[in-house]
């Protein structure tokens, strides 16, 4: 048989029945896609579905994420520097290898680029990633190196490794266990509000000096995001052990969700317990968004979301920059947060999705 | 410090000089961007610079490989059926793999959708990568799904194990080694040209049907190329080992200069010992094609070209689908082939190269 049984229909690739991607979201898309696969090999741990695959190769656990940014849909040139975007493409992975609570060890870089790009944007783009994998302790081993049509598209695929009993997954909470959140949450998305407007502002007027002044965390939040290693070193300095954990890059809601799914549990969060910073209250404000909905569904902020047993209260009151903001609950109690009024929201996870 | 200094030039990407990528090339890119890398992990042996990079966690060496590809690049979806895609996409990955002499096990495979694609289609696609992971032996265990603006983008990686005395590099050969290629070369070229002139055809006429019968080598070449498991499971049969090897995807005039420049030799191979098939050879003559050129420049033909010792000649003569197509010299003299009528050809290696 030459090919594929009635697979080669040449010059009829648009013959296909117009049934919408954006119906079924990245999630459901995944799922569709994903839902009767069966794993082989006696290397393959965990396959899709956590922040990051797991392998057994006979040592230690390897751990292995990747991610894929295009041009125009996760980033945009005009406000964001090629260092910053490098810089970014490598942390983002790197959040997801902690998130099992693993050590990333190296990162594979793929790039497709059009005629637009010189050797020396591309070496801006380098010396981000480059500059990340250094902060990280993290080697750069690879990639691919193509051209596109029309803007950048990148691939960052990370490696990292963890004892088997180090891993965290995304499954592993109980019904009464505590849920806590590294720094704060919002921050990226209204640094990326701000960006957006001066952008808006420089094409009405070329001469346009953007504002900048007095935005410096939220700007820091969206364009030089970190991954949080510090966090993962007081869990081990600690002793303290999470039952799941997660990073919260599409927001606190869809997260929450992955957690709850994955654990079979609901959960009961309390919105004036979710940390905000006070600059991105403030600048929250000024383009009348709610920063609770920022937090909710805004995304980007890279924290660690992961839950605890209520038993460890104390421990996880005296580790800086954890906040507790609610606990699991049983399954059929849903997602729910609770305002200091009272008043019970029902979540939904309306995270950022690049398919709708 | 808010961020890099004297790097957030908001609204001026596009200031730089225009020092051109095509100058540098791929392979010079790749040099450029790669060349002071520090390897910092005891589990990173070898970085960039072979078919896959190459790990260390403590139990078996963990092999790693990735591609990027792009619609209207590396393929035409007017003849390319979605499935043929996803099947080559994961099964020239399995061929870097097999190029280290190790076995692929896992597979990454990211891809961005723009808004053409339905989900019958990505189902295809999807039913390609699977039906290669089936064949393989490979477990499907994650990627990223995302959108684009045009086009289609698939990031594929592959994982793949071996011991550390069964793994070869592009470095291991001697000057005066035998050089080996598996199969044909050619084909992957030659069912290219067929294909391009068929949906030039159907460009110009709508009712045009295309003519593919007797061309089913040459298309299934291009539409459903094999990664060599087959020769590899060989080598371990007749307890053979291969001082180097490289799979042949850029075409053998590029893969050869590989080996040659990792390996510290040169090259002389003779142009009547390069296998070629029957309706390579006449396909190849309809289109005015040199057959020869297809072999040497074409590229997609995923056989593996390897060196043995000459002491070794004999038993490589009893391999079958093997043939020996010359040897290492020294490295100062350089590339060459050699013509039945003794004439002699300087190589360079003019493989696809999708940066130019």
């Known amino acids: 048989m030459l090919i594929f049984a009635g697979d080669l229909k040449v ?27 069966v794993i082989k090999n006696s290397s393959t741990c965990q396959g899709v579905g956590d922040d990051a695959a797991v392998l057994d190769y006979g040592g230690k656990k ?43 060890r190296q990162l594979l870089v793929s790039m497709a680029i059009s005629r637009k790009f010189t050797v020396s944007m591309i070496d801006d783009l380098y010396s981000g990633i480059r500059l990340a994998c250094e902060q990280y302790g993290v080697d750069l081993i690879g990639g691919d190196t193509t051209s596109s049509y029309t803007g950048l598209t990148l691939s ?13 997954y995304r499954s592993g909470a109980s019904k009464t266990d505590l849920i806590c959140v590294s720094g704060d949450l919002g921050g990226a998305y209204i640094g990326l509000q ?53 990073d919260i890059s599409d927001g606190l809601s869809s997260e929450l969700m992955h957690l709850c799914t994955n654990s079979n549990t609901g959960c009961k969060i309390f919105s004036d317990k979710i940390p905000i910073h006070p600059e991105t209250r403030r600048v929250a404000g000024e383009f009348e968004i709610d920063p609770l909905i920022a937090a909710l569904n805004g995304g980007e902020d890279y924290e660690l979301l992961f839950t605890f047993p209520v038993q460890q209260f104390d421990r996880i009151g005296k580790l800086g920059e954890i906040n507790i903001i609610g606990h699991m609950v049983e399954p059929d109690e849903g997602m729910k947060m609770i305002t200091p009024h009272g008043d019970v929201i029902t979540l939904a996870a309306q995270g950022w999705n690049s398919l709708i």
């Open 194 to 246: 701000l960006l957006e407007r001066e952008s808006k502002l420089f094409e009405q007027e070329r001469d346009f000096q953007p504002v900048l002044d007095g935005y410096d965390y939220v700007l820091e939040r969206q364009l030089k995001p970190q991954a949080r290693r510090d966090i993962i070193g007081l869990f081990t300095e600690q002793g303290i052990r999470p039952t799941s954990m997660i």
């Open 156 to 168: 960052c695929t990370a490696i990292g490794e963890a004892s088997d009993i180090e891993l965290i």
């Open 62 to 104: 390897v751990v292995i994420t990747t991610d894929l940014l295009t041009e125009g849909i996760h980033f945009n040139l005009v406000y964001t520097p090629l260092k910053h975007l490098g810089y970014k493409a490598a942390v983002v992975n790197f959040s997801d290898i902690y998130a099992m609570n693993a050590q990333p």
């Open 11 to 37: 010059m009829s690739a648009s013959s296909h029945h117009k049934d919408e991607i954006s119906n079924l979201g990245e999630f459901g898309l995944i799922r569709h896609l994903t839902k009767d696969l």
